[in-house]
Nanobody, 119 residues
Framework: QVQLVESGGGLVQPGGSLRLSCTTSRSIFSFSAMNWYRQAPGKQRDLVATITSGGSTNYADSVKGRFTISGDNAKNTVYLQMTALKPEDTAVYYC?????????????WGQGTQVTVSS
């Protein structure tokens, strides 16, 4: 059973920074990709950032240049460094891991961590 545990959320002022962590129960690069999603109240869950098993990264346009996704395989942890935070970044942030097994796609989710950007 794959487990993902997020941490690092909280309340921060506009322009501030936070680092989210997602620790998995196995090597992060055993998954085809690890992702951060976010969901604001009343809105759909949106993809924020991706890191693949090959180390490639990709970002939503709304966070490019402000957020950085990275991984530490020795710690089984993926990070999301968030800078220049805006009120519109307020959401529950979810860690996701995906893999293909026998042509079937599996997705695993963490419990989410709240990020609130407010003065």
């Amino acid at each position: 059973q794959v487990q993902l545990v997020e941490s690092g959320g909280g309340l921060v002022q506009p322009g501030g920074s936070l680092r989210l962590s997602c620790t998995t129960s196995r090597s992060i690069f055993s998954f085809s990709a690890m992702n951060w999603y976010r969901q604001a109240p009343g809105k759909q869950r949106d993809l924020v950032a991706t890191i693949t098993s090959g180390g490639s990264t990709n970002y939503a346009d709304s966070v490019k240049g402000r957020f950085t996704i990275s991984g530490d395989n020795a710690k089984n942890t993926v990070y999301l460094q968030m800078t220049a935070l805006k009120p519109e970044d307020t959401a529950v942030y979810y860690c996701n891991a995906g893999e293909m097994v026998a042509l079937l796609k599996y997705d695993y989710w963490g419990q989410g961590t709240q990020v609130t950007v407010s003065s």
